[in-house]
């Protein structure tokens, strides 16, 4: 999940498939670093993972919006879709396999670190995405 005023990624989780423990864990990763008084958007895709009773009710539960796209139209998801680019070519490019889902989870989680704290970019003026948000936040 990614906040697209920062382009910071808020929650990030691997798994073998979509499934109940991995939503949930990535939403409660989210609930975890967002601010107490945030009550953001969701921004989804129509996938059945995301019409489903708990995560709906979880979402609910914590007063966050969801919002999906209609179909045929990607720019609701367009923010993150483009950070997996990036995380594709920028870490995934050079390995040929990455031994278990251990690794590449342990992987991902650096290339996020990475992106959150040190890649700069021009839509961030020049700065990380958490440096950009600290920079917006204290104007």
Not at 26 to 41: C, F, M, Q, R, S
Not at 52 to 79: E, V, W
């Amino acid at each position: 999940m990614i906040d697209e005023a920062s382009q910071e990624i808020l929650a990030f989780q691997i798994g073998i498939s979509p499934n109940k423990e991995l939503i949930v864990k990535t939403v409660e990763e989210l609930i975890t670093n967002l601010p107490d008084n945030a009550y953001p958007i969701i921004h989804s895709d129509q996938g059945c993972h995301y019409q489903l009773g708990y995560y709906t009710q979880k979402l609910a539960d914590h007063q966050f919006i969801q919002s999906m796209s209609q179909k045929g139209n990607c720019l609701d998801n367009a923010p993150v879709e483009s950070f997996f680019h990036l995380f594709k070519t920028e870490l995934l490019a050079g390995f040929l396999s990455c031994k278990d889902i251990a690794e590449l989870s342990e992987l991902s989680q650096e290339y996020v670190q990475y992106f959150n704290h040190v890649r700069t970019t021009l839509k961030t003026k020049g700065m990380a995405p958490v440096e950009y948000r600290n920079h917006a936040l204290a104007a």
